[in-house]
C-alpha cells in the first residue's frame, strides 16, 4: 500500500453518516500518549496532518482522514488519562465501544498501538478481547522502539507476545521512516 493523498474529512462524536459510508475504513486506537498521532503521520509522511502531543485526552472525537480518495484512516479518542475525570474516561470508553461493537461499520483493520516501554496494559487487553469477538482484523504494534536497545526490545517484544497471546506484533517506531512499510504492508485494500 503507498499513500499518495491524506487529508482530514471531520470529527466526529456521535452517530454520523460517514460510521457507515461505504468506504472502507483502518482505525488506530491506543492509550493516550501511545504515540498513536506520530503513527499516522508516519504513514502518510506528514508532520502534521494529525496534531502530535496535545494535551493528553482532549481529542475526545473520532477523527476521520481520506486516503488515496479511496478509505479512511480513523484516529479514535486515546484512552487512559484521568484528565477529565471519570466521566471523561467512561465517555472515550464509550465511544471505541460504540465505534466497535454497535455502529456496525466493521473496519477492515484495526491498529492496536502500544508503547514498548509500558507493554500491553488493561485497555489494550480490553480492546482485543473486543476485537476478537467482533471478528475484527486486528494489528498489534509496539510504537516507540527507538526508546530501547536491541535486547531491551527483542524482550519486550516477547513479554507483549505472551501477554497478547499473539504472535504478529510490529516493532515500530514513528522516528523511522522506513519501518512505516511494515505497517502499510498489512493494509490490504
Ligand atoms: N521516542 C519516540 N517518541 C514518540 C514516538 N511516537 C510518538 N512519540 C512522542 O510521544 C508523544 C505523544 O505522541 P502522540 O502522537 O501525540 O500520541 P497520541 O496521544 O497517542 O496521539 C509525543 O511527544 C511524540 O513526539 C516514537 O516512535 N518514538
Ligand atoms: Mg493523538
Same mark, same amino acid.
Given at each position: 500500500?503507498?499513500? *499518495?493523498?491524506?487529508?482530514?474529512?471531520?470529527?466526529?462524536?456521535?452517530?454520523?453518516?460517514?460510521? *457507515?459510508?461505504?468506504?472502507?475504513?483502518?482505525? +488506530?486506537?491506543?492509550?493516550?500518549?501511545?504515540? *498513536?498521532?506520530?503513527?499516522?503521520?508516519?504513514?502518510? !509522511?506528514?508532520?502534521?496532518?494529525?496534531?502530535?502531543?496535545?494535551?493528553?485526552?482532549?481529542?475526545?472525537?473520532?477523527?476521520? +482522514?481520506?486516503?488515496?480518495? =479511496?478509505?479512511?484512516?480513523?484516529?479514535?479518542? !486515546?484512552? !487512559?488519562?484521568?484528565?477529565? !475525570? *471519570?466521566?471523561?474516561?467512561? =465517555?472515550?470508553?464509550?465511544?471505541?465501544?460504540?465505534?466497535?461493537?454497535?455502529?456496525?461499520?466493521?473496519?477492515?483493520?484495526?491498529?492496536?498501538?502500544?508503547?514498548?516501554?509500558?507493554?500491553?496494559?488493561? +485497555?489494550?487487553?480490553?480492546?482485543?478481547?473486543?476485537?476478537?469477538?467482533?471478528?475484527?482484523?486486528?494489528?498489534?504494534?509496539?510504537?516507540?522502539?527507538?526508546?530501547?536497545?536491541?535486547?531491551?526490545?527483542?524482550?519486550?517484544? =516477547?513479554?507483549?507476545?505472551?501477554?497478547?497471546?499473539?504472535?504478529?506484533?510490529?516493532?515500530?517506531?514513528?522516528?523511522? =521512516?522506513?519501518?512505516?512499510?511494515?505497517?502499510?504492508?498489512?493494509?490490504?485494500?
Amino acid at each position: 500500500m503507498e499513500i *499518495k493523498s491524506a487529508k482530514f474529512v471531520r470529527g466526529i462524536v456521535n452517530m454520523d453518516p460517514i460510521l *457507515k459510508d461505504g468506504l472502507p475504513q483502518v482505525a +488506530f486506537i491506543g492509550r493516550s500518549n501511545v504515540g *498513536k498521532s506520530s503513527v499516522i503521520n508516519s504513514l502518510v !509522511g506528514s508532520k502534521t496532518l494529525v496534531k502530535i502531543g496535545k494535551v493528553p485526552g482532549k481529542t475526545t472525537e473520532i477523527n476521520y +482522514f481520506l486516503i488515496n480518495n =479511496k478509505f479512511y484512516f480513523v484516529d479514535l479518542p !486515546g484512552y !487512559g488519562y484521568a484528565q477529565g !475525570g *471519570k466521566v471523561q474516561i467512561e =465517555k472515550i470508553r464509550n465511544m471505541i465501544v460504540l465505534y466497535l461493537r454497535e455502529t456496525g461499520t466493521k473496519p477492515t483493520l484495526v491498529i492496536l498501538i502500544i508503547d514498548i516501554k509500558a507493554g500491553l496494559m488493561e +485497555f489494550d487487553k480490553n480492546s482485543l478481547a473486543v476485537l476478537r469477538e467482533e471478528g475484527i482484523n486486528y494489528l498489534v504494534v509496539a510504537n516507540k522502539s527507538d526508546k530501547l536497545n536491541q535486547k531491551e526490545a527483542s524482550e519486550q517484544l =516477547k513479554k507483549i507476545r505472551r501477554d497478547a497471546n499473539e504472535d504478529d506484533i510490529v516493532l515500530y517506531s514513528s522516528t523511522e =521512516k522506513p519501518r512505516s512499510k511494515l505497517i502499510l504492508d498489512k493494509i490490504l485494500l
